[in-house]
């Protein structure tokens, strides 16, 4: 067969083939032509940048509108058990519709473009990863795993850690306590409905080392405040923590 005709009948079967099996972009509708586009389209994933902005240098908490870094109200009157936390950008728009495709629609493979995001975002950041023994994901309750299917933020987590070479440790935390969302609760309740959520499970990957907390999205902080202070307690030399998206 000669190189045209091959060409040809490669053509015919790429538009037989997406004639029969077309697939769109889940959040623009746009059909899918490239192999390496899987569930979003590249236009899609394109739109999803980091948010620069002034932040708070230990909790990582995003300040509205300009002015210099400085230590947020929550900072100064409780400094926080890790020694700093960083958020790549806000929980909205193609970011937050991309993480409910991942989390609740179970697209997996989102995880890996989620992941690149974050090392990308955060790479400039050197106070947060140098040094860095191990990565240790937010854990869920078993039956919320159960559920899912996954945790996300384990599969973020061993995916930053992929991307940077940092070894994934899942059996340090565990959560005890299925705990109503986060996201569901009024400000004053969140502190009180995450503690004693969580414990410390099998800590000799841990003790002495410096871990990388991940998380999705950070609301109030609890959640972060209350797996870094087990894991202080577990013998963690120092925590620091990362998420994809602020609320
Ligand atoms: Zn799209
Ligand atoms: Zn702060």
Known sequence: ???????????????????????????????????????????????????????????????????????CSACVNEAPPFSMHRSCAKYRGGLKDTLLLFKYRRYRILGLNLAEFVSEALKREEGLWNGVNVIVPVPLHRRRRWERGFNQAEVLAKEIGRLRGIPLETRALEKVRNVPPQTSLEHGERKENVRGAYRAGKTEGIRDRIVLLVDDVYTTGSTLRECAAVLKKAGAKDVRAITLAQA
């Open 1 to 71: 067969m000669s190189s045209i005709l091959r060409a040809i009948s490669a053509k015919i079967a790429k538009h037989f083939e997406l004639a029969v099996f077309p697939s769109f972009c889940k959040v623009c509708r746009t059909l899918l032509e490239s192999p390496e586009e899987k569930v979003l389209c590249r236009a899609c994933l394109d739109k999803i940048i980091p948010h620069r902005a002034p932040s708070c240098p230990s909790c990582g908490r995003f300040f509205e509108g300009a002015g210099e870094p400085h230590l």
